[in-house]
């Protein structure tokens, strides 16, 4: 069965970095793309960055954009989340999510890991 | 950028009614539209995708339908565990943003 498992998060000062990670198992790692999604305390969903099944394709939301890297490692099934110049307001659950193949809707989620930026 | 509203923000509703959801999107996204599902803790569920496809395995009480830049979820009839949060999300292009979503509770 698909499964998708964040780590990294933590409490992390404000300017500070934190790299974010995801393993995933159970489908075929380097067919599919995949996003990263957060949702603050209390808020609704913030889509955060994509990157395309090989790595070759990237974006960003632009609250990220310049301070976020979204990468993969497609020889150990891992994606990351390289986090630089923290803020306050990034302050949420991180979630890595598959899309279903042919387009990009998300079909499979992780149950998050949580980053804290806080003094 | 696309920007997306939902309405209403917060409805009330009991089990059996038939509950409409409404996302609009700012421009034309085609087709690209998903619902997803959250309850409180979770992480989010696939209903809908290209605005009318339902997800394998999601009832078939949800539905979606589009006109335009308007999009609908409509749960035909509204069953306790459907009580939660919905998003819809565009995927036209980047940035994929979420609508503000909608949450459902009991009246």
């Known amino acids: 069965q698909v499964q998708l498992v964040e780590s990294g998060g933590g409490v992390v000062q404000p300017g500070g970095s934190l790299r974010l990670s995801c393993a995933a198992s159970g489908f075929k790692f380097n067919n599919y793309g995949i996003h990263w999604v957060r949702q603050a305390p209390g808020k609704g969903l913030e889509w955060v960055a994509f990157i395309r099944y090989d790595g070759s394709l990237k974006y960003y939301a632009d609250s990220v954009k310049g301070r976020f890297t979204i990468s993969r490692d497609n020889s150990k099934n891992m994606l990351y989340l390289q986090m630089n110049s923290l803020r306050a307001e990034d302050t949420a659950m991180y979630y890595c999510a598959k899309i279903s193949g042919g387009w990009y809707y998300i079909d499979y989620w992780g149950q998050g890991t949580l980053v804290t930026v806080s003094s | 950028d696309i920007q997306l509203t939902q309405s209403p923000s917060f409805l009330s509703a009991s089990v059996g009614d038939r509950v409409t959801i409404t996302c609009r999107a700012s421009q034309g996204i085609s087709s690209y539209l998903a619902w997803y599902q959250q309850k409180p803790g979770k992480a989010p569920k696939l209903l809908i995708y290209?605005?009318?496809t339902l997800q394998s395995g999601v009832p078939s009480r949800f539905s979606g339908s589009a006109s335009g830049t308007e999009f609908t979820l409509t749960i035909s009839s509204l069953q306790p565990e459907d009580f939660a949060t919905y998003y819809c999300q565009q995927l036209n292009g980047s940035p994929f943003i979420f609508g503000p979503g909608t949450k459902v509770d009991i009246k």
């Open positions: 290209d605005g009318s």
